[in-house]
């Protein structure tokens, strides 16, 4: 059963737009959530983090938002750019005392359009 | 500084045979994690080392998957024999304390025939 869940295989937005990528997550015990980017034929690169400590981090045209009643969060790219094209997992994280294994989605494919 | 790297890129084996990937992780990374991504499907966690000491091993498949990381520097992931299901691709990512990020490398992509 998976707990960290991408229900939106792809998603495509106008370049300059905002592009909004969503996960749920439905274990209670993760504590830290990342993004993480992924072109073809390469590994996945950290984008961003939040903490459960926080609802918000930016980074940049990069902001998480976490929900923790909802166990949601969300990725906005404002403004979107034809190089944000790639796919985006969504993944969390057990408390850190414990193994920080990381627990991904399936991803979302996002394609900006110029 | 020099990122995670896999070897080899591709593996294309038959049913049976034995596969071993290898992992260099970032230097003075003491953490070293093995992902695999099936199908296209998420990508799953396999297994951390903690310098040369295996910290979790809990989503290893079967006992046909043995890792290494002798000396606490390079990982293999040795396949044996290898199935039809195994065929996927292979991540490997690496950190230098528990709680920092995770670097990955750029897989190994492996297909049993």
Redesign the interface.
Known sequence: DQQVKQNSPSLSVQEGRISILNCDYTNSMFDYFLWYKKYPAEGPTFLISISSIKDKNEDGRFTVFLNKSAKHLSLHIVPSQPGDSAVYFCAASPPSGSARQLTFGSGTQLTVLP | EAG?T?FPSHSVIEKGQTVTLRCDPISGHD?L?W?RRVM??????LL?FVKESK??E??MPNNRFLAERTGGTYSTLKVQPAELEDSGVY?C?S?RR??E???????TRLLVL
């Not at chain 2, 296209?40 to 966690?45: M, R, S, Y």
């Not at chain 2, 990020?101 to 897989?107: E, I, L, S, V």
Request: hydrophobic letters at 20%; proline letters at 4%; aromatic letters at 22%.
């Open positions: 995670v896999q953490n994690y992902y296209g499907k998420e990508i799953k966690f951390h910290q979790d809990s989503g991540f990512a950190s528990r709680q990020t995770q670097y990955f490398g750029p897989g």
